[in-house]
């Protein structure tokens, strides 16, 4: 007779696709092709789940029964074999549940839901502030810590990290990033997308090209190190700043083989801390990514599952209503004349990705202030990006991008004028707006359309005492209501 444990087989999810959660058992894999039936998906983001999924499934040979089917259940269905490593969405953990599969704790973070509830407990009804969880988890994990201090006596190195792109510089002119080479398991992908595609039996969005982003552990492994060895040491300094002539910037291009499961995002961040300790990086750049993972990646997380699932839904403080324009829907940088915005969803259509300063200061941005819908927001970005995931959204577009949650996630709204695109980005340079201008045929879309959003949320921002001084300086407008003016009779995107 078999043991218990011999019987049971792992059903891993596609976040669950690296050897972090791979126990030595049995496992069992699912291709579902209704996962992408239902909303369009930005092509490079179907190609590389399928990829991964695939990858893995011959990766782990006999040891795993891999189904390529329309949906989980007819896998699944009357099995009380399975266990799981908790999913990463309220939608697969009530899957799993339904079905009786004996559940383990998640992992693919730095920090366990259960230290993230002890902290949360701790601060009463205190806010839950990303630093103060950062801190606690640099404490409890001793990263970059000399006992119960932060290494070099800061927590944060935001004033040395954050700069502007270097004048007159193209690129920061590192080496290119080591890409993935793609094989015949690609080369299947893109056949079926191109044969589902034609049958008309999933909406894809966004060029096709080069599979960009690991679908391997071996790749995911070779991109860590190509990253900590070309780009770490630049990676807080130009944090924020952006080059039309460099879409990657300093940035690891990490999320997605993290968020794939390919990445222990621990064994990440210790990387980051030991290319420190070993005098190969400066302490601003490790300290800086070290917080985007162990601080924003981890508590955005933990904030998907304390906010609760109504959270997506259940906001829209700003009354925000406006229907996704086209250019969005459709990745369609065509017409789009601010020059920030065209770059950054042109980018988004070559690649399924864009930096976070594009997604929060650019795109973000320009939806707060035009009042899009936060729900279809939220849903696009993670059908459009190759990172996105349910987890990581909420947090990131209803919380901190779009303000819809009224201030439970950031204090403030991320508005700003083309002043701060201007300081941080080479885009104005070439771009028929003046970020100066907030009015006549030449004014800057975000100068303007900031100050037309706060006219219309004002009352709904009155009592934030962040927002005082704008809305004294919308007060102090001498030509608030031709500004407000134009702007209602601006014609999208022109
Ligand atoms: P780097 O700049 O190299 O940063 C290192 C890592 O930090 C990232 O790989 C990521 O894992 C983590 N990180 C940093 N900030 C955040 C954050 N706010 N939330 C979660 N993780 C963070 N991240 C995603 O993983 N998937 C998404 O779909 C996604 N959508 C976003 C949408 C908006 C509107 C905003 C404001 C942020 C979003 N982010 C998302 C966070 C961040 O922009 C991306 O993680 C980052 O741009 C990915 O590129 P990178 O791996 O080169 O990151």
């Not at 002890?118 to 606690?136: I, M, P, T, V």
């Not at 988890?137 to 004033?159: A, C, F, I, K």
């Not at 849903?379 to 577009?397: E, I, K, R």
Request: glycine letters at 10%; proline letters at 5%.
């Amino acid at each position: 007779m078999t043991s218990a444990r011999a019987a049971t087989t792992r059903w891993i999810f596609a976040g669950q696709l690296g050897d972090l959660f791979d126990d030595g058992g049995p496992m069992l894999l699912i291709e579902a092709r209704s996962v992408l039936r239902r909303r369009p998906i930005h092509r490079a983001k179907a190609h590389l789940i399928l990829s991964a999924i695939r990858h893995r499934a011959a990766e782990l040979g006999d040891r795993v029964e891999f189904h390529q089917v329309e949906n989980y259940s007819e896998v699944t269905r009357g099995r009380d074999d399975l266990e799981v490593i908790d999913p990463t969405s309220y939608a697969a953990r009530r899957t799993v549940r339904r079905l009786g599969a004996r559940v383990l704790p998640s992992r693919g973070f730095v920090t366990s839901e259960e230290d993230f509830a002890a902290w949360a407990a701790s601060r009463g009804n205190g806010r839950l502030l990303l630093e103060d969880f950062y801190r606690d988890t640099r404490t409890r994990t001793g990263l970059l810590m000399e006992g119960q201090s932060p290494v070099g006596g800061q927590w944060n190195y935001d004033h040395d990290n954050r700069q502007p792109p270097p004048k007159n510089a193209v690129s920061l002119g590192l080496p290119d990033p080591r890409w993935p080479v793609e094989d015949d398991i690609d080369a299947g992908v893109r056949a079926d997308l191109d044969r589902w595609q034609a049958a008309g039996d999933i909406r894809l969005v966004g060029d096709d090209g080069p599979r960009r982003f690991a679908a391997t552990g071996e790749e995911a492994h070779a991109a860590l190190a190509d990253f900590i060895e070309t780009r770490l040491g630049d990676f807080g300094t130009f944090e924020d700043a952006t080059l039309t002539g460099d879409w990657t910037m300093a940035h690891s291009l990490l999320s997605a083989p993290m968020n794939l499961g390919l990445l222990d995002p621990r064994h990440v961040v210790e990387t980051a801390a030991a290319e420190y300790a070993n005098g190969n990086a400066p302490l601003a750049s490790a300290e800086g990514f070290v917080r985007q993972i162990a601080g924003w990646r981890d508590y955005v997380w933990h904030l998907y599952w304390h906010l609760g699932e109504g959270y997506r839904t259940g906001h829209n403080a700003l009354r925000a209503t406006v229907d996704l324009p086209r250019e969005f829907v459709e990745l369609d940088a065509a017409t789009i004349e601010a020059n920030c915005l065209k770059h950054s969803i042109g980018g988004l259509r070559e690649r399924g990705w864009a930096h976070h300063i594009q997604r929060l200061m650019v795109i973000g941005n320009w939806a707060l202030q035009r009042g899009y819908d936060p729900v279809q927001l939220n849903d696009w970005f993670t059908d459009m990006f190759v990172d996105g995931t349910p987890w990581v959204m909420p947090a990131n577009v209803i919380g901190m991008s779009q303000h819809a949650d009224g201030g439970i996630v950031a204090t403030k709204p991320y508005a700003s004028g083309g002043a701060y695109i201007d300081r941080m980005t080479d885009y104005c340079g070439g771009c028929r707006f003046n970020p100066k201008k907030r009015l006549g045929p030449d004014a800057c879309p975000y100068t303007a359309g900031y100050w037309a959003f706060l006219d219309r949320v004002e009352p709904a921002l009155r009592g934030n005492h962040r927002m005082s001084q704008p809305l004294a300086g919308l007060r102090r407008l001498a030509d608030r209501e031709d500004v407000v003016q134009q702007e209602r009779e601006r014609d999208g995107f022109h």
